[in-house]
């Protein structure tokens, strides 16, 4: 049996979850009728979100919730408001209610060894979604789902050595806005990219600040570096949020984004390929957040004692101002 708070918790979350769309989209009235109360065997999957902090974020949850209506999963959706503290203890309640699948995107890469293990002694399989943990145990997870992030680090290298060449550019200076201290995109990006561009003396990386993946962050992160450095040729930012704040502040500075500042992102939100159209962005390396699908048939598959992948990663391209087709990348959807 599972117990009663549980229940309570079960439909304090749905009811938060059906209330997310209208609040969300400016209370745009629903045009489809109310959906179906799940099955009663339906599988029940504890989701862990970590925060509210990028466009990223926001088409990832809506996205994994979609899925979950779609496929009839039970979803148990919680949000940590950017605390892996708020994490375990959202895992901690999955496992008091007994569900059957446990999947959640871990804020940092460290520090859930104990709660993992909690998880593993009841029996309950734990999918790491969108980011990883480092763990001496590997068996304290069964798979990942999500992208390669030295993948997306070496693309963004790869286009700065590509535009150096074509363009015959040296003495290049740059500065690096990267994401939340500790977490594997962050790290893996910064990795991929420093080693695609080493030794190669026309790149110096003259500065790296933590914008945190936050827009405003990303901001405050630009003004200073601008008013730290005589000269900023480059700007490799590990997301759009962080990039959009870096162009308010690089207009403000007077200098043109995409021309003054080669600017290099990853995600590729819709307002990011649209600045890359407008030649205010060179190269945003695609990271998709549209991950529910995936998630929801593994986790059917996890609660039906089903071996799945250790790691599933989705296909992902960059765009950049040298692709022919750059006007007709269809709409992001996030
Ligand atoms: O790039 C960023 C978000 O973990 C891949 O987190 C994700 C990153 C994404 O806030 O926008």
């Known amino acids: 049996m599972r117990p009663r708070f549980g229940a309570t918790l079960f439909w304090a979350v749905l009811l938060t979850l059906a209330l997310l769309p209208f609040s ?11 959906e179906e109360e799940p099955a009663e065997d339906a599988v029940l999957l504890g989701f862990s979100q970590l925060g509210w902090e990028s466009a990223w974020r926001i088409g990832n949850s809506l996205d994994i919730q979609a899925a979950a209506e779609r496929a009839g999963v039970q979803l148990m959706f919680d949000n940590a408001q950017q605390k892996q503290e708020n994490q375990i203890k959202a895992i901690r309640s999955f496992i008091a209610y007994q569900v059957d699948v446990i999947a959640f995107a871990p804020i940092v890469e460290q520090g859930w060894d104990t709660v993992l293990q909690e998880a593993k002694d009841a029996g309950i399989p ?4 969108d980011r990883l943990i480092v763990t001496e145990d590997p068996s304290l997870y069964v798979g990942y789902v999500g992208a390669d992030f030295l993948a997306e680090g070496r693309r963004a290298g790869e286009f700065l050595v ?13 500065v690096e806005l990267s994401g939340t201290p500790s977490s594997s995109p962050m790290q893996q990006r910064g990795e991929a990219f420093r080693e695609c561009i080493a030794g190669d003396p026309r790149f110096e990386i003259v ?11 990303g901001k405050e992160c630009m003004q200073e570096m601008l008013e730290r450095h005589e000269r900023i040729d480059v700007l490799f930012s590990h997301n759009d949020a962080m990039t959009l704040g870096a162009i308010e502040a690089i207009e403000e500075a007077g200098l043109r984004p995409g021309e003054d500042v080669i600017i290099i992102t990853v995600d590729g939100e819709q307002a990011a390929i649209d600045f890359l159209q407008e030649g205010k962005i060179n190269c945003v390396v695609e990271c998709t957040p549209m991950l529910g699908d995936i998630i929801m048939d593994l986790a059917k598959k996890l609660a039906a004692g089903e071996e799945i992948p250790r790691v599933t990663n989705p296909e ?8 022919e087709d750059l006007m007709d990348i269809p709409p992001r959807g996030y």
């Open 207 to 217: 500065e790296t600040m933590s914008g945190d993946f936050l827009r405003s962050k």
């Open 126 to 129: 734990v999918l790491l979604t």
């Open 316 to 323: 992902e391209r960059a765009f950049t101002e040298f692709d």
């Open 162 to 174: 590509e535009k150096a060449d074509r363009e015959g550019l040296t003495d290049l200076k740059i």
């Open 24 to 34: 969300l989209s400016g209370c745009a009235p629903r045009e489809n009728p109310p």
